[in-house]
């Protein structure tokens, strides 16, 4: 059974800095594909960033340059670094895991099946 875990999640001024973990148990890390989604109230759930096997990343625009998603199969355990934060970052983030097993939009919640509860990131003006 699958279990995705976040933690890291609080609330932090505009320009702060904070680590979203995901801890991750009864997953197999062949050809996986793992991303951080976020969703704040009244919109829909966007792809923040993800990475596959080969530790190949994508990023939406919109933090390019300021997070950055790595991964510790050893500690089994993802993460979201997240770099000069902004107002509208604030969100539920939630981790997601799949098999990676053709060629698909990374950050597209459709491609993933395994999802996390989510923890929420405010960052105020």
């Known amino acids: 059974q699958v279990q995705l875990v976040e933690s890291g999640g609080g609330s932090v001024q505009a320009g702060g800095s904070l680590r979203l973990s995901c801890s991750i148990s009864g997953f197999t890390y062949n050809n996986y594909r793992m991303g951080w989604f976020r969703q704040a109230p009244g919109k829909e759930r966007e792809g923040v960033a993800a990475?596959?096997?080969?530790?190949?990343?994508q990023y939406a625009d919109s933090v390019k340059g300021r997070f950055t998603i790595s991964i510790d199969t050893a500690k089994n355990t993802l993460y979201l670094q997240m770099d000069s934060l902004k107002p509208e970052d604030t969100a539920t983030y939630s981790c997601?895991?799949?098999?990676?097993?053709?060629?698909?939009?990374?950050?597209?919640?459709?491609?993933?099946?395994?999802w996390g509860q989510g923890t929420q990131v405010t960052v105020s003006s």
């Open positions: 997601a895991a799949a098999h990676w097993t053709k060629p698909a939009p990374m950050l597209s919640d459709a491609e993933y099946d395994y």
């Open positions: 990475i596959q096997v080969h530790r190949y990343t």
